[in-house]
């Protein structure tokens, strides 16, 4: 597993470190015609030999080269201001899947899985789907009747800002949990009432404020609930 972890670190560093805004720029205005796609390329070929140190990498390096170069220039020819969020990602998966896939063929033995837990596996997915999308729901229905009426304008305040949040929030305490770093928590929950503070107090309603602590404890609650459960029954 090494390997591929290698080919990952080569691949951060010719996608993120050493490639710079101007290449990044040009690529965009010149797509195919910009020779800054071509260095771009072989310096993950270059980064990809040097990394791994084994000669008989290279035809498996040519092949990362030249599967990131057909990559970049799909990315480049068919992305626009529209969808570049969503060619970025796919871009990024695909490097990733290509260098699983040279990870894959060079190593005779295949890959070893046995130290996977496949039941932990699912038991510990289904807890993080459900610390999503699930439990704002169940919180939103929850505290449905409190919800305060105010004059807060739509664009004072990012758009489900709040959901993500939460979302966010549940899954760091989850983590913490199973790692058994149940400080993090405090810490995370020190953060959020300090950014929250300005907020309700500028508000000056206290259904607002009662609001807010009965999400959040809730949000919390549930996440530290589930964490336990899922904790003990590994």
């Known amino acids: 597993m090494i390997l591929f972890v290698k080919l990952l ?6 996608d993120f ?5 101007h290449w990044v720029r040009e690529k ?27 000669i008989h990498f290279w035809p498996y390096a040519a092949g990362i080269v030249i599967t990131h170069f057909l990559t970049d220039w799909s990315k480049l ?14 871009d990024q998966i695909l490097h990733v899947a290509f260098l699983f896939l040279a990870f894959w063929l060079y190593t005779p ?21 459900f610390l999503t999308y699930p439990t704002s729901v169940l919180i939103r ?10 004059e807060d304008k739509p664009q004072e305040s990012l758009e489900n800002a709040g959901k993500y949040i939460g979302m966010l929030e549940r899954l760091f305490v ?3 949990i199973l790692t ?9 929950l020190a953060a959020k009432s300090i950014f929250r503070f300005g907020d309700l107090k500028e508000s000056k309603e206290r259904k607002l404020t009662e609001y807010v602590m009965i999400g959040t404890l809730l949000s919390f609650g549930l996440a530290v609930l589930v964490g336990m459960l899922i904790a003990e029954a590994a």
């Open 9 to 14: 670190l080569a691949h951060l560093l010719g």
């Open 17 to 21: 470190v050493f490639q710079s805004d």
């Open 28 to 54: 965009e205005l010149k797509k195919h015609r910009s020779p800054k796609l071509y260095l771009h390329v072989l310096l993950h070929g270059l980064l990809t030999m040097v990394i791994v140190g084994e």
């Open 77 to 90: 020819i068919f992305q626009t201001d529209n969808n570049q969020k969503t060619w970025f990602f796919g």
């Open 109 to 129: 033995q295949g890959i070893d899985v046995s130290w996977i837990d496949a039941e932990k596996m699912w038991v510990v997915a289904t807890a993080l789907v």
């Open 141 to 150: 229905i929850l505290i449905s009747r409190w919800t305060p009426k105010t």
């Open 174 to 176: 989850f983590t913490f």
């Open 180 to 188: 058994d770093h149940w400080e993090g928590i405090g810490f995370l």
